[in-house]
C-alpha cells in the first residue's frame, strides 16, 4: 500500500517548485524560447496548486473513527 501524500504537503511542495521557477524565470530574456517554457510551467504549477486548494479533505484518521463509530452502533443495536 503506498502511503499517501497530505494534501498541505502537495501544495508545499508545488509552492517550493513554483518559486524555485520564478527564480529562474527572472533570469531569461522575455519572449525566448526559454522563458516561454519556464512560463508555462509555472502556470501549469499554479493551476494545480488552486486545484489543490479549493477541494476538501478528509483525513485517514476521520474515516478510520467514523467507521468505529458506525460498527460500535451496529454492534450495539444487535446486542
Given at each position: ?41 509555472c502556470d ?12 476538501t479533505s ?22
Open positions: 500500500m503506498a502511503l499517501a501524500i497530505s494534501r498541505d504537503a502537495q501544495i508545499a511542495a508545488l509552492y517550493e517548485r513554483l518559486h524555485h521557477r520564478s527564480a529562474i524565470l527572472s533570469g531569461l530574456t522575455p519572449g525566448s524560447k526559454a522563458h516561454s517554457g519556464i512560463q508555462a510551467e501549469a504549477i499554479h493551476a494545480e496548486i488552486r486545484r489543490l486548494e479549493s477541494t478528509i483525513s485517514p484518521k476521520a474515516v478510520l473513527v467514523g467507521i468505529a463509530v458506525i460498527l460500535l452502533l451496529i454492534w450495539s443495536a444487535v446486542h
